[in-house]
Nanobody, 125 residues
Framework: QLQLVESGGGLVQPGGSLRLSCAAS????????IGWFRQVPGKEREGVAC????????YYADSVKGRFTTSRDNARNMVYLQMNNLKDEDTAVYYC??????????????????WGQGTQVTVSS
């Protein structure tokens, strides 16, 4: 059974850093992409970054470009989201999700069939 588990969330001050991890298990696909999404109450879930496990291709939303970096470790079935220079507006529940189909569009929620349970990131002084 495919399962995604996020970890690494927490409370951090503005300007600080956090690294989220996404552990994938039971994946029946040779190649797939992992997307990172976030959601705050009352707002749509938005995509922030994704990475292809095939070749490491990445894609970022404009709001996080230059601050967030996603990477994968295929040997460990792990994907990471390094978040630097965090801002108050980055506060959200962060989810990782798996897309086994077409890469494009990379941050469209409808492309992702499997989701983790989410981890809270709070940026506050």
């Amino acid at each position: 059974q495919l399962q995604l588990v996020e970890s690494g969330g927490g409370l951090v001050q503005p300007g600080g850093s956090l690294r989220l991890s996404c552990a994938a298990s039971g994946v029946p696909f040779n190649y797939y992409s992992i997307g990172w999404f976030r959601q705050v109450p009352g707002k749509e879930r938005e995509g922030v970054a994704c990475v292809s496990t095939r070749d490491g291709t990445t894609y970022y939303a404009d709001s996080v470009k230059g601050r967030f970096t996603t990477s994968r470790d295929n040997a460990r079935n792990m994907v990471y989201l390094q978040m630097n220079n965090l801002k108050d507006e980055d506060t959200a529940v962060y989810y990782c999700a798996l897309n086994s189909g077409s890469w494009w569009p990379p941050l469209s929620k409808s492309q992702y069939r499997y989701w983790g349970q989410g981890t809270q990131v709070t940026v506050s002084s």
